[in-house]
T-cell receptor, first 109, second 112 residues
Framework: GQNIDQPTEMTATEGAIVQINCTYQ??????LFWYQQHAGEAPTFLSY??LDGLEEKGRFSSFLSRSKGYSYLLLKELQMKDSASYLC??????????WGAGTKLIIKP | NAGVTQTPKFRVLKTGQSMTLLCAQD?????MYWYRQDPGMGLRLIHY???????AKGEVPDGYNVSRLKKQNFLLGLESAAPSQTSVYFC???????????FGEGSRLTVL
């Protein structure tokens, strides 16, 4: 079956670094997406990885290991506005997205 | 830039009533999607369309119908609403594969 696993909730301190992990099982693989969703709002795109390695985009980085079926989202210099849910989604052989339930990130001052 | 617009934003229905959710995008995207989001679960695909005049079933299509008569619009219909359809519904669009999805603001539906 197809499945995405990510932690339900994480807590971090303002100014610190946090890593949100995601493991995936998909029928075929066409990449791994990360989206950010603030409470009561729509998801917005953060990153896309299809090759192994780290993609850096400002304070946010995303890593992929295809052999391990594993990805992580790294957030540096945390700000209060980073409090949100982070959604991991794997793209299968038909380009259908399989979504994780999301990781709620709580930032404390 | 409007992007993806959903109407209505909120709706309360009684069991058995029908309604239509409208999604409109002004980005000339080919692909459009309807998802539902429930607490503790990932986004689940209801129906999708890869172009004007085409529709296809997603993961949870039962109880819903869709139409894509115009490229910019994607309608989601509930013929006979049930309490299990209480959810937040998101419309999304993209240019093609494997592109990023652009989401509407969501429509919160409650079925009593």
């Amino acid at each position: 079956g197809q499945n995405i696993d990510q932690p339900t909730e994480m807590t971090a301190t303002e100014g610190a670094i946090v890593q949100i992990n995601c493991t995936y099982q998909t029928s075929g693989f066409n990449g791994l997406f990360w989206y950010q969703q603030h409470a009561g709002e729509a998801p917005t795109f953060l990153s896309y990885n299809v090759l192994d390695g780290l993609e850096e985009k400002g304070r946010f980085s995303s890593f992929l290991s295809r052999s391990k079926g594993y990805s992580y989202l790294l957030l540096k210099e945390l700000q209060m506005k980073d409090s949100a849910s982070y959604l991991c989604a794997g793209s299968d052989s038909n380009y259908q997205l399989i979504w994780g339930a999301g990781t709620k990130l709580i930032i404390k001052p | 830039n409007a992007g993806v617009t959903q109407t209505p934003k909120f709706r309360v229905l009684k069991t058995g009533q029908s309604m239509t959710l409208l999604c409109a995008q002004d980005m000339n995207h080919e692909y459009m999607y309807w998802y539902r989001q429930d607490p503790g679960m990932g986004l689940r695909l209801i129906h999708y369309s890869v172009g004007e005049g085409t529709t296809a079933k997603g993961e949870v299509p039962d109880g819903y119908n869709v139409s894509r008569l115009k490229k910019q619009n994607f309608l989601l219909g509930l013929e006979s609403a049930a309490p299990s359809q209480t959810s937040v519904y998101f419309c999304a669009s993209k240019t093609g594969e494997p592109g990023e999805l652009f989401f509407g603001e969501g429509s919160r539906l409650t079925v009593l």
